[in-house]
Structure formats: structure tokens, C-alpha cells
């Protein structure tokens, strides 16, 4: 395997820092379905879904996160509905987020379609 080192990208007219890439850049995204929620439409770094119970689905990556600190975004939705969004009140570890699907009034909802974006460091 090949390593290339390059502190700096130019794209002809704008130079950034490598770092800028790498520590903006998500680590995590999912596209999923979450009432069959082992129907994942598209991901980067996700390596299975598990379905736990009404709103709640595992999330296991591929490669670990560096801790489980990281920033969580996503939201849900049916077709011509209701909109929801992932609650963080289960736990996360550096290789699993248990993310928490609710509805507008907080109870527990699954999706259609659910979007799913994690920033972090990974280890």
C-alpha cells in the first residue's frame, strides 16, 4: 500500500489545508429506512443496521470513531407526512450509535426515509 502525504489541495483558484478535508468531512452517513430497518439505501462507513424496537436502530460502523464524543445530525420522515428527528438518549460507543427515531409530539416513530450524519475523529 502506497501513502500519499500532501499538506495542501488546489483546486486552480483555491488552496486549503488537508486538515480542513479531514477534520470537516463526515465520518458517518446513512440513508436508511427505519420501519424495515435493515433497508439501507446508501451509506459511507456503516457496516450493518439492527432494528431494537419501535424509533430505536443500531448503527455499527465500519471503522471505529476515535471515542464515542462525536456530533450527530438527522432527521426522518414518511412520504406526504409527518417529519421527525433522532433523538440521542440511548447510547453511543466508538463503534455503534443507538439512535432514538421520534415523532413531532416525542414518541417513539419509525420512517420511511431517515438521513443520518456523524462528525468526529475516527480511532
Known amino acids: 500500500m502506497s501513502t500519499l502525504e500532501v499538506s495542501n ?5 483555491t488552496t486549503v489545508a488537508t486538515t480542513y478535508v479531514t477534520n470537516g468531512s463526515a465520518k458517518v452517513w446513512a440513508f436508511f429506512n427505519t420501519v424495515t430497518s435493515t433497508n439501507l439505501f446508501d451509506s459511507l462507513n ?17 471503522s471505529n470513531m476515535g471515542n464515542d464524543d462525536y456530533s450527530v ?3 426522518g420522515g414518511h412520504f406526504g407526512s409527518s417529519v421527525g428527528f433522532f ?3 440511548n ?8 439512535h432514538s ?9 419509525d420512517f420511511d426515509r431517515a ?9
Open 91 to 98: 447510547d453511543r460507543t466508538a463503534s455503534v450509535y443507538d
Open 46 to 62: 456503516v457496516s450493518s443496521l439492527t432494528d431494537q424496537a419501535t424509533g430505536s436502530t443500531a448503527v455499527a460502523f465500519t
Open 73 to 75: 445530525s438527522g432527521v
Open 9 to 13: 489541495l488546489n483546486d486552480g483558484t
Open 87 to 89: 433523538s440521542d438518549i
Open 101 to 109: 427515531s421520534r415523532a413531532a409530539d416525542g414518541s417513539a416513530i
Open 115 to 123: 438521513s443520518l450524519t456523524i462528525h468526529g475523529d475516527l480511532a
